[in-house]
């Protein structure tokens, strides 16, 4: 009798594993399934809504802060300079005494020293060439006492030995795109901001426009991507104490606005070329059982985020409409379409 317990008990004891190890693969099976259908549910469910609000079309390009007006400092006379009396960032007024160069190969040559006076009145900087001391270590100051400089009056280039600039006044040059600056008009205001100081930003203007454009020097070998670009002249609209020259400069412009249009996320376009090979652009509009809608619109300003939507009552589209951001996997399945990517300014352009 326990013999038969025992074998009993043993038959049980190994037939209760087995079962509980069939209960776990089976849970770790359905719990994979369920994990992967929810990820993909959570793909295939990430939407947008249609909204209501403003648009702005900008642009943003880089430049380098220079002086509107500066005078460069020279001196008639090779020499040395044996007296200076003014440094960096000091305001000096016409005709006042900058320096005295002492003129000659060494001291003793006795030619009478040159007085270096203001042609102009203005902030004192340093030229912004390359100067070097004789110990190879470069030169951050104005010219020091004993340094030789050359003069203006023999062949060779004149040493720059400071700028005098017009206090306050500031422009950046800048390039913008063929595409893009029929836009930019003289006179258009725009903001003028400095990243190395964040927080800092000036108001300014558009003050030249290039007539002549250039090829953009990243494509200028590429005869496929050549664009043009116009040289354009932002300004400073008042008076600036600091010292900017030579600061990089981000310049915005804001082309074009509308107030209280109907906006798509840009995330939630795609586009595909018609039979006759022209750019289209539509959405996927989910109803309210679920189901996709591809409809077909139209575009007006488009800026990095949203696009205005020109045509909503005959796209059959209103406010608060919910959008897909990925096409339903019926349409991948034959569609190799791409969603529009984020604009950038080729692209945010008004076609």
Not at 124 to 149: A, H, T
Not at 326 to 342: C, D, F, H, I, Q
Request: a positive charge; charged letters at 30%; glycine letters at 8%.
């Amino acid at each position: 009798m326990e013999k038969i317990k025992m074998v009993f008990k043993l038959i049980w004891t190994h037939k209760g594993k087995i079962i509980l190890l069939l209960l776990l693969a089976a849970g770790s099976f359905y719990f994979y399934k369920y994990k992967i259908k929810k990820k993909s549910s959570a793909v295939e469910e990430a939407t947008e809504q249609v909204r209501r609000g403003d648009i702005t079309l900008s642009i943003s390009k880089d430049g380098a802060f220079q002086a509107k007006e500066s005078v460069e400092v020279n001196s008639r006379a090779n020499g040395k300079i044996s007296q200076r009396f003014v440094k960096e960032g000091d305001i000096v007024k016409q005709g006042q005494k900058l320096l005295v160069v002492q003129p000659g190969q060494s001291e003793h040559d006795k030619y009478l020293p040159v007085d270096i006076f203001a042609p102009t009145g203005g902030m004192v900087i340093r030229c912004l060439n390359d100067r070097w001391q004789s110990k190879n270590k470069m030169n951050f100051d104005l010219p020091q006492i004993g340094e030789s400089i050359t003069g203006s009056s023999g062949y060779n280039t004149p040493t720059c030995i400071m700028k005098i600039i017009k206090p306050g006044s500031y422009v950046v040059p800048i390039k913008i795109g063929e595409y893009d600056i029929p836009n930019v008009k003289t006179g258009m205001p725009l903001k003028i901001n400095v990243p190395s100081r964040p927080g800092v930003s000036y108001d300014g203007f558009v003050a030249k426009i290039s007539p002549q454009p250039e090829v953009s020097e990243e494509n200028y070998w590429d005869q496929e991507k050549n664009q043009v670009e116009f040289i354009t002249v932002a300004e400073t609209k008042n008076a600036v104490k600091e010292i900017l020259v030579g600061l990089t400069a981000t310049v915005k412009i804001d082309l074009d606005s509308k107030e209280d249009v109907l906006l798509i996320p840009i995330a939630a376009i795609f586009e595909d070329r018609d039979k006759n090979g022209d750019l289209t652009f539509y959405v996927y509009k989910k109803g309210a059982g679920g189901e996709a809608d591809k409809l077909q619109i139209k575009l007006g300003l488009r800026n990095e985020s949203d696009a205005e939507l020109l045509n909503a009552d005959e796209a059959g589209l209103k406010e608060d409409d919910t959008l897909l951001l990925e096409e339903p996997a019926a349409a991948n399945a034959y569609s190799g379409k791409r969603p529009l990517p984020k604009i950038g300014r080729v692209s945010a352009r008004r076609r």
